[in-house]
C-alpha cells in the first residue's frame, strides 16, 4: 500500500532534549516535505527536499534540522525543543513539485514540549 | 512568500445546504492550486486540484472550485452538504518548489 509513515504518533518531551520524528514514503517520491500545524494558523512549511542530498528552507525552519540521505526517508530533528515547537507535524510526499502532483501527506505526529 | 487567505474559520450549516468556502492567493504569477480536507483525526486528503485550462474544476464527494484570476480566488464549493462533510478544508498554492497553505476552515455540517 502506498503510504507515508511517521513515528512516533504522540511525543511528550522535556525542553531542551533532542528528539527526532521519521518520515519514510515507500512511493519512490522524489520531493518531501514537513509541515507543522496550529489554530489558525493552517499548515507551515518548516522544510522541504528536492532529492537526496537536496534540502532547503520552507516559511519556519528556525529550531528544526532535517536530512535526506536515503530518497524513501526524510527525518525531522529538533536538537534543542522548546514548548513554541508544541505543534501537530506532517509530513508529506510527491513526485514533483515543480508538476503539479498531489502531495501525499502522513498520519501527522503531536508532539509536546514541556 | 505566498499569502493564502481563507475568508471563514468556521462555518456551520445543515445537512443539504449549501457550501462555498473563500480562497484568495496573493501571487500574480503562474501559480497550480489545491483544495485539500483533513476530516477529524486524519491527515490531508486532496480534494481537487487546478493547473491550467477550464477554471471549472471537479474534485472528489461532489466538490468543485472556480478559479477567476482576475480576483486571484479558488472557491470551493458543494450544491448539497452531507454531515460526512464535516471537516477542515485548507487552500493551498504551489508556486515552484513551495506549498502555501491558509489557515483552514472548519465545516460544521449538522444533520
Known amino acids: 500500500e502506498a503510504q507515508v509513515t511517521q513515528n512516533p504518533r504522540y511525543l511528550i518531551t522535556v525542553t531542551g532534549k533532542k528528539l527526532t520524528v521519521t518520515c519514510s514514503q515507500n512511493m519512490n517520491h522524489e520531493y518531501m516535505s514537513w509541515y507543522r500545524q496550529d489554530p489558525g494558523l493552517g499548515l507551515r512549511q518548516i522544510y522541504y527536499?528536492?532529492?537526496?542530498?537536496?534540502?532547503d528552507k520552507g516559511d519556519v525552519p528556525e529550531g528544526y534540522k532535517v536530512s535526506r540521505k536515503e530518497k524513501r526517508n526524510f527525518p525531522l530533528i529538533l536538537e534543542s525543543p522548546s514548548p513554541n515547537q508544541t505543534s501537530l507535524y506532517f509530513c508529506?510526499?510527491?513526485?514533483?513539485?515543480?508538476?503539479?502532483?498531489?502531495?501525499?501527506f502522513g498520519p501527522g505526529t503531536r508532539l509536546t514540549v514541556l | 512568500a505566498q499569502s493564502v487567505s481563507q475568508h471563514n474559520h468556521h462555518v456551520i450549516l445543515s445537512e443539504a445546504a449549501s457550501l462555498e468556502l473563500g480562497c484568495n492567493y496573493s501571487?500574480?504569477?503562474?501559480?497550480?492550486l489545491f483544495w485539500y480536507v483533513q476530516y477529524p483525526g486524519q491527515h490531508l486528503q486532496l480534494l481537487l486540484k487546478y493547473f491550467s485550462g477550464d477554471p471549472l474544476v471537479k474534485g472528489i464527494k461532489g466538490f468543485e472550485a472556480e478559479f477567476i484570476k482576475s480576483k486571484f480566488s479558488f472557491n470551493l464549493r458543494k450544491p448539497s452538504v452531507q454531515w460526512s462533510d464535516t471537516a477542515e478544508y485548507f487552500c493551498a498554492v504551489n508556486e515552484a518548489y513551495k506549498l502555501s497553505f491558509g489557515a483552514g476552515t472548519t465545516v460544521t455540517v449538522r444533520a
Open positions: 501571487y500574480g504569477g503562474t501559480v497550480n
Open positions: 527536499s528536492m532529492n537526496v542530498e537536496v534540502t
Open positions: 508529506a510526499s510527491s513526485f514533483s513539485l515543480t508538476t503539479t502532483d498531489t502531495q501525499y
